[in-house]
């Protein structure tokens, strides 16, 4: 019995951590895609390539700043993958947290992007992506910093989000089940959750 639970329970984890990293990389992809369009005159990669640490700092700050955002999302996700859940609940709970990610993504980039065009009207006579190419440092300290700062504030904003309807995954078991007729696992929900 102790090494089944223990069994179930490192099943269960991998589970959640591996679709947390899947959600991630692609959330973060994603992310990096949208991006691409503030810095529409540079290669990235290349000026990375070239040890261009304007650029290099630039593209970390995006990269931290989509993480710090997805956060939540990610994390209520992973909270609907549960040992005393039934697979057609774990499905309806992914959907619900799919959609609460999707939006996470989709704030995180809007956020970024009000974060460097309020950058690029206090610096109108600053041509960013430029200097970012020319490898200056100084501006690209200063993006990362706008983007950061924006990006921890916002996300306090996305946990408050993420918690709001925050689903009761038993009463949504039990609630589909006495509307649809199907087995979504209350029964088991309920039984394990009262254990906890």
């Known amino acids: ?4 639970t223990l069994l179930t329970a490192l099943v269960f984890g991998i589970g959640k951590l591996l679709s947390s990293v899947l959600l991630a990389v692609g959330a973060i992809y994603i992310g990096l895609k949208a991006f691409d369009k503030l810095t529409a005159g540079i290669d990235e990669l290349s000026e990375i390539r070239k040890g261009n640490a304007a650029v290099g700092i630039f593209f970390f700050s995006i990269l931290l700043s989509i993480a710090v955002l997805i956060r939540p999302g990610v994390a209520e996700f992973a909270s609907g993958i549960e040992p005393g859940y039934s697979l057609s609940l774990m499905a309806v709970l992914a959907l619900i947290n799919i959609t609460k990610l999707a939006f996470s993504l989709m704030v995180a980039i809007i956020a970024v992007f009000c974060a460097f065009s309020l950058l690029d ?67 088991t929900c309920t039984s394990s959750a009262s254990a906890k």
């Open 1 to 4: 019995m102790v090494y089944e």
């Open 121 to 187: 009207y206090l610096t109108r006579n600053m041509d960013e992506t430029h200097e970012l190419k020319k490898g200056n440092v100084a501006i690209a300290l200063l993006i990362a910093g706008l983007m950061l700062s924006v990006s921890f504030i916002v996300e306090a904003g996305m946990q408050t989000m993420a918690g709001i309807g925050a689903t009761d995954s038993c009463a949504l078991a039990a609630s589909l089940e006495s509307s649809t007729g199907g087995d979504f696992g209350a029964a």
